[in-house]
């Protein structure tokens, strides 16, 4: 079952947001820190009564999963046209779970989360080297919107 996030999950997703973590350590050492999480325990507080931050997880009678999301909305740009996106902040799996459709019924759940708020599209961001994140999304119908370069000095 697919629910939003509580208080009672902070644990077990600070569990997950150390594996999401170590995953970008190992491809990306020179930014990332190994050991430590995006969030803490108040921040996840803050995360979670904010309407505009929707956090869901995956409950088969432990959290397997989660997908943290931002709803950002355009209006008025002078550039851009007036939209609606929901942005996936991040998702995870746990290691254990993975190749069993947690994933997938996380991704739908988020699609049809945003269609029922009137969004247009869906945006997320994966690093480079993380094939199997690239390839997931692929799958799931996502394609390049853009690409964000660097060049280390």
């Excluded at 009564?49 to 409950?59: L, M, Q, R, S």
């Excluded at 740009?77 to 459709?101: M, N, P, S």
């Amino acid at each position: 079952m697919i629910r939003k996030a509580n208080e009672n999950d902070i644990q077990r997703i600070l569990e997950l947001l150390h594996q999401v973590n170590m995953v970008h350590y190992e491809i990306r050492p020179d930014l990332f820190k190994p050991h430590t999480t995006k969030y803490d325990e108040q921040e996840l507080q803050r995360l979670f009564n904010n309407e505009n931050t929707p956090i869901f997880v995956y409950d088969d009678g432990a959290v397997l999963g989660y997908a943290f999301c931002q709803v950002n909305e355009v209006m008025d740009d002078i550039l851009l046209q007036d939209i609606k996106t929901l942005y996936i902040d991040d998702i995870c799996v746990d290691e254990t779970a993975r190749g069993k459709h947690v994933g997938k019924a996380l991704f739908d759940h988020v699609c049809g989360y945003a269609s029922s708020i009137g969004c247009r599209n869906i945006t997320l961001n994966v690093w480079e080297g993380n094939d199997a994140a690239l390839s997931f999304y692929k799958n799931m119908g996502m394609q390049v919107q853009k690409t964000t370069m660097e060049l280390i000095l």
